[in-house]
């Protein structure tokens, strides 16, 4: 069997979580829990005050499913422990918060935690403390048309995109122009088709890859695009994302 690649990216962590939460609420849920309940170190997410918890010797292997793991022969913790840390820039530690939540979580399941001791990288702090900096420049800055980005970090790309400051400017330019609000790509119109409820509704997708902007970088309305959510669900389903003229491109192909 070739053997199965590391991660290397953010981007690349974030599609192993993606999958995995798919993997725990479907019929693979047993097979997700298990995989947790045998883990020593972990990439943790916050949502609310819900806590979720990812293997790394799952999602440290590139493009993982349930089944590549249960043949790779040569998968090992430490390994992927390794690839994890060179994203973070930091080792996992120990944390008796979220090793509480941990074991909230299997008990949850009806099941314990081992004896080990387990380490935890929290995604969430590396965004807080982003968004804060993020916050404090955008107080700063004199001029509506600029956001600073910060730091690129691909995790940051949907919240970005629901800065309301930076949409609601990029709605009115493009109202301006256009004289109403429809999709970009497929031209769109939730007035049109859902009557006032739908009137000046539509989403906001950055157009530059986050993953290729440098430390500093500053977002204009220039970067965004209004799309329906069909072609915003599109755009980011495949890695690297779509661009705006290739959508155009394929809507165009299959119009025909």
């Known amino acids: 069997m070739v053997p199965i690649a590391l991660i290397a ?14 993997l725990a609420g479907g019929q693979d849920g047993k097979a997700a829990r298990e995989l947790i309940q045998r883990g020593l170190c972990f990439v943790v997410k916050k949502i609310g005050s819900k806590f979720f918890f990812y293997p790394s010797r799952f999602i440290g292997y590139r493009n993982n499913t349930l089944a590549l793991h249960a043949q790779n022969e040569d998968k090992d913790g430490r390994v992927t422990n390794l690839a994890i840390r060179k994203i973070f820039k930091k080792d996992p530690l120990q944390s008796k918060s979220l090793e509480e939540a941990y074991g909230d979580y299997l008990g949850g399941h009806g099941a314990l935690p081992g004896k080990q001791k387990r380490k935890y990288w929290l995604l969430n702090s590396e965004v807080d403390s982003v968004e804060k900096q993020e916050g404090k420049q955008m107080l700063a800055s004199d001029d509506d048309s600029e956001f600073p980005e910060g730091k690129p970090l ?4 949907l919240r ?19 004289k ?19 009137r000046d509704y539509i989403e906001a997708h950055h157009t530059l890859p986050v993953s290729v902007m440098e430390e500093g970088h500053v977002s204009r309305t220039k970067d965004m695009a209004l799309v329906c959510s069909n072609c915003h669900r599109i755009l980011h389903r495949r890695r690297p994302w779509l661009g705006m003229d290739e959508l155009a491109r394929i809507i165009e192909k299959n119009d025909k």
């Not at 691909?154 to 790309?157: D, G, K, P, S, T």
């Open 160 to 178: 970005r995109e629901r800065n309301a400051k930076l949409i609601e400017k990029t709605k009115q330019e493009f109202k301006a122009r256009h």
């Open 9 to 22: 990216s953010l981007e690349e962590l974030e599609n192993n979580i993606a999958y995995f939460d798919k």
């Open 180 to 198: 109403k609000l429809f999709c970009q790509a497929c031209g769109f119109d939730f007035e049109s088709k859902y009557g006032d409820i739908g």
């Open 154 to 157: 691909e995790l940051l790309h």
